[in-house]
């Protein structure tokens, strides 16, 4: 309702055919009633109903939201009409990183709650740290010829050769899963120790002596978070989980 008691009304025009519903539709309706408003939801079944409705409102996609006759637009200035606007495209957020060392702790404690009645133990902080390693590799493969571009950014050693930046996620991986277990220390150590420390250096420079504002490549190539600190935590678990196991 509004200020004098009447009701918030929105026209809603959306895909909803046989075999395909905009899923934006989907969220704008979802998000309209989450506001208060009471939704007319109108479907174009067809293509050529959807060709028509675009035609006659010049519009280039659908959603399209209508409320007290003026034109709002698609889910994303109808996110922005309600106070809620996306990223702008392009920009960077640690949020990606911040919810793979979440999962990893998370999953660190359930294992330590398992196999030794508690979570708060020195298994699950070890637990944490290469399950955070595993799940970070996991990601770079997921397109390793985009990471390997933005590796070779700004990693010292893969700048000079290429080759390293394809092989460090499965180095990652392996050192990961290896510390998981605590089997073949003789080669989990060496592994995370070597790539963390030029990891860390390499971020190092590029952040606090050249000053260069990029994307970091931790969590995948598709990635927008920030090259900085979080990025350099990364490399310094490795350090630290490497000495760790030394000791």
Same mark, same amino acid.
């Given at each position: 309702?509004?200020k004098?008691?009447?009701?918030?009304?929105?026209?809603?025009?959306?895909?909803?055919m046989?075999?395909?519903?905009?899923?934006? #539709?989907?969220?704008?309706?979802?998000?309209?009633?989450?506001?208060g408003?009471?939704?007319e939801?109108? +479907?174009?079944?067809?293509?050529? %109903?959807?060709?028509?409705?675009?035609?006659?409102?010049?519009?280039?996609?659908?959603?399209?939201?209508?409320?007290?006759?003026? /034109?709002?637009?698609g889910?994303?200035?109808?996110?922005?009409?309600?106070?809620?606007?996306?990223?702008?495209?392009?920009?960077?957020?640690? /949020?990606?990183?911040?919810?793979?060392?979440?999962?990893?702790?998370?999953?660190?404690?359930?294992?330590?709650?398992?196999?030794?009645g508690?979570?708060?133990?020195?298994?699950?902080?070890? +637990?944490?740290?290469?399950?955070?390693?595993?799940?970070?590799?996991?990601?770079?493969?997921?397109?390793? %010829?985009?990471?390997?571009s =933005?590796?070779?950014?700004?990693?010292?050693l893969? /700048?000079?050769?290429?080759?390293?930046?394809?092989?460090?996620?499965?180095? %990652?991986?392996? $050192? *990961?899963?290896?510390?998981?277990?605590?089997?073949?220390? +003789?080669?989990?150590?060496?592994?995370?120790?070597?790539?963390?420390?030029? #990891?860390?250096?390499?971020?190092?420079?590029?952040?606090?002596?050249?000053?260069?504002?990029?994307?970091?490549?931790?969590? #995948? *190539?598709?990635s927008?978070?920030?090259?900085?600190?979080?990025?350099?935590?990364?490399?310094?678990? =490795?350090?630290g989980? $490497?000495v760790?196991?030394?000791?």
């Amino acid at each position: 309702m509004t200020k004098d008691n009447t009701p918030k009304i929105a026209r809603l025009y959306r895909m909803v055919m046989e075999k395909h519903v905009c899923p934006y #539709g989907v969220k704008a309706k979802w998000l309209l009633e989450r506001s208060g408003y009471t939704v007319e939801d109108h +479907w174009l079944t067809t293509r050529e %109903e959807t060709d028509a409705f675009k035609r006659e409102h010049d519009v280039p996609t659908t959603p399209q939201t209508f409320i007290g006759g003026k /034109r709002i637009g698609g889910y994303t200035e109808l996110r922005a009409f309600l106070g809620k606007p996306l990223p702008a495209e392009g920009s960077t957020s640690y /949020r990606p990183v911040i919810a793979v060392f979440a999962i990893a702790a998370a999953l660190g404690l359930a294992v330590s709650q398992f196999a030794y009645g508690s979570p708060f133990t020195v298994r699950a902080a070890e +637990w944490f740290v290469s399950f955070t390693m595993a799940i970070l590799a996991m990601l770079k493969l997921q397109d390793i %010829e985009k990471f390997s571009s =933005m590796f070779v950014g700004y990693d010292l050693l893969a /700048r000079r050769y290429v080759p390293y930046s394809y092989a460090y996620p499965y180095l %990652e991986a392996a $050192a *990961g899963v290896l510390m998981a277990a605590h089997a073949l220390d +003789w080669l989990s150590i060496p592994i995370a120790l070597t790539i963390g420390t030029i #990891g860390a250096i390499s971020v190092f420079y590029a952040v606090y002596v050249q000053k260069r504002e990029i994307k970091c490549a931790c969590v #995948g *190539g598709s990635s927008n978070v920030p090259l900085g600190f979080v990025s350099l935590t990364e490399n310094l678990f =490795m350090i630290g989980m $490497a000495v760790w196991m030394l000791i």
